[in-house]
């Protein structure tokens, strides 16, 4: 059964950092491209990043490049989110996301809450 | 980037009708397109992908159709767990983009 099960969310001022992290398990990590998808509160769904099997290609929408940077450990079977310079716009529950053959998200995490305010 | 418009924005049916919720992008997205279930306080799941092919697991009361720019997503004999959100996904292009959703309730 493909799990996914994300953590390091919280509150965290303006301006600050804080690294949300996915353990995931229940398929082969490295075979498989994955992503972070958020949610703001009552809102609906936006994609923030996307990374290869290797790592070695990223991206990102306009809103988060150049703030947030998505890396991945295989050998850990993990998936990081660093986000930096944080905005109120940023406050959402994170879903990591193992994408299917193309840029569909086949299975989602529960999520963890970040609240970006002082 | 390709903006997804979906309606209605919600939606009220009774047990057992069938439903149909729309999706229009703004431009050709040539079947790529996926719809999610979104259970009230529960992560999204896949329902569909490639605009018509049913996700592992999910019943076969759902089904998915269209091309171009326009796609719905079927629900028959609606149940009581259907009540969720159901929100498309266009990945032709980057960025994915979603649609704001669609609030099913039982009536």
């Known amino acids: 059964e493909v799990q996914l099960v994300e953590s390091g969310g919280g509150l965290v001022q303006p301006g600050r950092s804080l690294k949300l992290s996915c353990a995931a398990s229940?398929?082969?990590?490295?075979?498989?491209?994955m992503a972070w998808v958020r949610q703001a509160p009552k809102k609906g769904l936006e994609w923030v990043a996307t990374i290869s099997t290797s790592g070695s290609r990223t991206y990102y929408p306009d809103s988060v490049k150049g703030r947030f940077t998505i890396s991945r450990d295989n050998a850990k079977s993990s998936l990081y989110l660093q986000m930096n310079s944080l905005k109120s716009e940023d406050t959402a529950t994170y879903y990591c996301?193992?994408?299917?053959?193309?840029?569909?998200?086949?299975?989602w995490g529960q999520g963890t809450l970040v609240t970006v305010s002082s | 980037d390709i903006q997804m418009t979906q309606s209605p924005a919600s939606l009220s049916a009774s047990l057992g009708e069938t439903v149909t919720i729309e999706c229009r992008a703004s431009e050709d997205i040539y079947n790529g397109l996926a719809w999610y279930q979104q259970k009230p306080g529960k992560s999204p799941q896949l329902l569909i992908y490639?605009?018509?092919s049913l996700h592992t697991g999910v019943p076969s009361r759902f089904s998915g159709s269209g091309s171009g720019t326009q796609y719905s997503l079927k629900i028959n004999s609606l149940q009581s767990e259907d009540v969720a959100s159901y929100f498309c996904q266009q990945y032709y292009d980057y960025p994915p983009t979603f649609g704001s959703g669609t609030k099913l309730e039982i009536k």
């Open positions: 490639n605009a018509n």
């Open positions: 996301a193992r994408r299917g053959n193309l840029n569909w998200f086949a299975y």
């Open positions: 229940g398929f082969t990590f490295s075979n498989y491209y």
